[in-house]
């Protein structure tokens, strides 16, 4: 059994490609022949809609039951609610009931360490698991970087100016988060060398609940997708050996 590598996809601005980057990723880990379970911590469900669920505020099990049940200390099945993709990975849903729920997560107990507690229960089936974050730092945002050995923070080129980046990382790091996160993220950046070129072919493969790799095997943007997974998945191997090794000691 591997340890498992935990990857928030955060950015607080919105609309920056955060959900096609957890998609086409969790696809390419898949295609790498690792476990991988999606996470789908956005009440608006983006990432739920785009790999193939049409109406998922009619789901009878999601994000929200798990944390509230976390929350009210009830007991669950933790592996309930998860869906198997035809693509070969797994993912936990979320609707729009998850929104009531975080506006009542700032009052439970050890309120960061709810999506962590979620996660000890299914996290070692997967190799990876990939948390798509909401475009805001409220409790879910929190929680998933809690959770998380790592973010990828997805922008856009133009956004990346030196300016640009420092208030991004000054805000993922910055004070509204706590200590838990800060001790484990400020001291480690790295720009990843991929580059995801704009393609209409990346909105056609979400629309038809597909990755691009798979939707258009071959295109550049297909290419870049690969070469940004084999990146991560470099990073993931020195952080699941430590993880194991943390595990022996
Ligand atoms: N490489 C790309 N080329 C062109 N359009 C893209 C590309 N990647 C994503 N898009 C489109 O850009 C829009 C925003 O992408 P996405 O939903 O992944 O961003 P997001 O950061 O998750 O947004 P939000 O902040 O609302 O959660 C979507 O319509 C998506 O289909
Ligand atoms: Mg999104």
Redesign the pocket.
Known sequence: MTPTKVIAIA?QK????????AANLGAGLTNLGRGVLLVDA?P?A?LTVSLGVSRPDDLPVTMDNVIQAIMENKPFDPREGIIHHEEGFDFMPSNILLSGTETRMVNAMSREKLLSHYLDTVRQDYDYVLI?C??SLGQLTINALAAADSVII?TQQHYLSAKGLEQLLNTVIGREIDEVVKGTYSPRIKVFDAK?????R??EA?AEGSSVVTYSKGSK?AQAYARFEKEVDDIGKRQREKNRTDRLR
């Open positions: 950015n919105g609309g920056v490609g955060k959900t096609t980057t956005d608006q983006s798509d909401m475009p997805p995801i070129p704009l393609s209409v990346a909105v979400t943007v």
